[in-house]
């Protein structure tokens, strides 16, 4: 009765979240007319009209190579810098570790809003307003104290004799961060691409701000600028959400697998 | 190979505890020696120090002559073996043995020829592509020694490897390293709580209590001549009886209730200090004590027998002496509550002895054997 209980809870609870991605991928398979008259039919017969419009215009296209290059450099950048910043404050107890820190966690409540203006006169500056290494920087910058975190509490629970037992190999910092370190951050490492990846993929704002009109669109700002400029066409707005939509499932399923627990086990004991 | 020497050295970590205080300790090229003593006394903080994994508030560090204080760890050529092992989880069995080669740039081929040869030292060939999780314990335990000998390093340092095998893998163990100890003649600090290992595997003991060095010497020696109270109640196994007496020097015996032990010439004659002392703690090894019968003269205990420990060789029998003498074994173990009845001895009989908890029996006490500490724990001598 309760494993009943529990599974119709989870179908419930599956099919509010899949719904939306329902309408998306449904919706992108129809034509105009029939979305508007009936959003929640499945598409039978399904019309490919709508995506070859979208994938044709070009517009997609050029937003999913620059999405695909701001989300890549951030994330690899991120992925680097806070890694090492986790394990250089795991190691130090130093002050100035502990200084570092509060400023990180500090970093983590700032909302974007209200640095946006100042960041954009930081980028001019140096001479970085309107460019991709611009916004990957301040994305990176803005995205890493989460990521710290991330690996902090990760790094906790790998045990302080291995990285001991490196040092006695004759292992410097740098290398038992390469060699013991990162391998062993796998499972922290797959959260923090996933979650940052998607969320600076999704981010509308600091592109659109940052990037300016003539450096070309992400995705997101791509869908905004062209809902003006389809006049509201739904089916290729669909289908351009749903071409949007589909590198970060994809990302997230191939990622997915590495969320492994337990790789520390046999370490110790 | 180098040696290794402490001067004064003394650790205070930051919360003001004084783990380890003014040890001065000679390790000799090639020694085998095991630091021993009670949870807590700082026998890691020890072996830290000499690592460098810990720095050290005071005294001089010496590895091969050279002062080692300020030396990075990885700098030290020391390896060490660690209580859990520490083995690198993401990387198989040869990989986790060639982890100091890798690093110190030896070629591939070369590491791979040498992780082999380790490996069947050690008995491990099969297992050099396995990771450890799938590594029984015994395995693991062997692996942490093969990534320590690989290296072939000045010092080997040991902080209770073997604790965590079960009682039989650990006496081959034990075999096993001072085999390899003996065949490497690397000079090795070897950390352990358990006197058995202690004595088994040591050319010299460091017995260690609250930071403080108590007596270092050959096993032997160390069982023969105890420097002090501690060190003879902490070696044997089982551990030494200790029964407080009251010294009547106009009798020229020792006195404790009922009980009344003459003490022999020659114990005199080797110890003329204890006639001048009104009370005296005296030490007796199980071995030293024998169930006598009813009607034998010379010094005995009489008492009822509360424990037996049938090992099949021997039996130990544990006895409560009569009367109101109480036993200092407690007070030599740092002061707690005196267990209540009268003083217990240990007794080692033949295993065929047939003694049953709640019978009296009278024990018989060689006093030309016996130890003689004043109420501080210093020996009379
Ligand atoms: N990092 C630390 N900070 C403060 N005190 C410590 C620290 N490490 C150990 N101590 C203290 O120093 C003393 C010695 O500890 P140590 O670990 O050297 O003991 P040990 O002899 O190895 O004991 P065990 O047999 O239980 O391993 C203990 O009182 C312990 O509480
Ligand atoms: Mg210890």
Redesign the pocket.
Known sequence: MKRQIRALVAVVASALFLFPLYLVIANALKADEEIVNQPAKPPLPPTLAGLSAVVEGGEVTAGLRNSVLITGSTIALIMVVASMLAFALHVSNSRLGNALNAVILFGLILPTPVILIPVFRVLKFLSLQNSFPGLVLFLCAYYAPFAVLVYRGFLRSVPKDLIEAALMDGASYRFIYWAVVLPLLRPATASVLVITGVWVWNDFLNPLVLLGPLQGNTVTVGLYRSVGQFSINFGELFAYMLVASAPVLGFYLVLQRHFVRGLIAGATK | MASVQLANVTKE???G?A??SRLTLDVADGELVVLV??????????LRMIAGLESITEGDLFIGGERMNDVASHERDIAMVFQSYALYPHLTVGENMGFSLRVGRVPKRERAERVRAVARTLGLDELIDRKPRELSGGQRQRVAMGRAIIREPQVFLM??PLSNLDAKLRSEMRAEISDLQARLGVTTIF?T?DQVEAMTMGHRVAV?RE?ELQQVAAPYELYRHPANLFVASFIGNPSMSILRFAVEAEHRRLAAGPARLDIPEPVLARRPGLLGTAEALVGLRPEHLRLAGDAESGNALDGVVRGVEALGSDTFVRVECAGSAESASDAAAGGESPTPGGPMVTVRAPGSASARPGQHCRVAVDLDEAHFFDPAGDPIR
């Open positions: 970590y930051v919360s505890t783990a380890v003593g009670p949870s807590g006394c700082g026998k890691s903080t020890a902080d209770e950390v709580h260690l930071g």
